[in-house]
Nanobody, 113 residues
Framework: GRLVESGGGSVQPGDSLRLSCVGAGFPFSGAAFSWYHQAPGKERKHVATIYSTPTLTEYSDSAKGRFTISRNNRENTVYLQMTNLKPEDTGVYYC???????WGQGTKVTVSS
């Protein structure tokens, strides 16, 4: 299977972005997915997870209240809606199929004034 992320870009503090992750080559609807953030020079950290039951989600403390993870099984896509972006949200965001060694190539987000 494979995952392809998109939607990153350069924005100002307070702006919003929606990241997308399209999956292929595996049973998408039964899979759980996570988004991870890797800031420059730092380790990759968990941001959010969505399970096959789409109402079942988990968030890191920094993501709670600002980010929303969702999925569209008809389009094999997982989303990360990010609002009120902060400079510390800068980095590369990766999509991961939970419990599998399947990662996307990442999409870069830069938050700067």
């Amino acid at each position: 299977g494979r995952l392809v992320e998109s939607g990153g870009g350069s924005v100002q503090p307070g702006d919003s972005l929606r990241l997308s992750c399209v999956g292929a080559g595996f049973p998408f609807s039964g899979a759980a997915f996570s988004w991870y953030h890797q800031a420059p020079g730092k380790e990759r950290k968990h941001v959010a997870t969505i399970y096959s039951t789409p109402t079942l989600t988990e968030y890191s403390d920094s993501a709670k209240g600002r980010f929303t993870i969702s999925r569209n099984n008809r389009e094999n896509t997982v989303y990360l809606q990010m609002t009120n972006l902060k400079p510390e949200d800068t980095g590369v965001y990766y999509c991961h199929r939970k419990n599998y060694a399947t990662w996307g190539q990442g999409t870069k987000v830069t938050v700067s004034s």
